[in-house]
């Protein structure tokens, strides 16, 4: 995980950082773990990564363009 943000009442969101266009399942793997390890703390991941769309990995993390930080 490159980034972990804890928020009021315990939530926690997480973002991995991935050099790919097309991120799959596994590059998400340590986003679902702690999902799984916090359940119902965990408010959503994501992976951001070099591609143009956003689209969803699994529940409660999606795959999102790193262009979703400027724009």
Do not use: Y
């Not at 702690?34 to 991941?45: K, N």
């Amino acid at each position: 995980m490159d980034l972990i943000g804890e928020l009021s009442a315990d939530s926690v969101v997480a973002i991995e950082i991935k050099a790919t266009a097309a991120p799959g399942p596994s590059d998400a793997r340590h986003l679902v773990w702690l999902r799984d390890r916090l359940g119902e703390r965990f408010l959503a991941g994501a992976v951001l990564h070099t591609g143009p769309q956003p689209f969803q990995l699994n529940e409660r993390i999606f795959a999102l363009p790193i262009c979703t930080l400027w724009g």
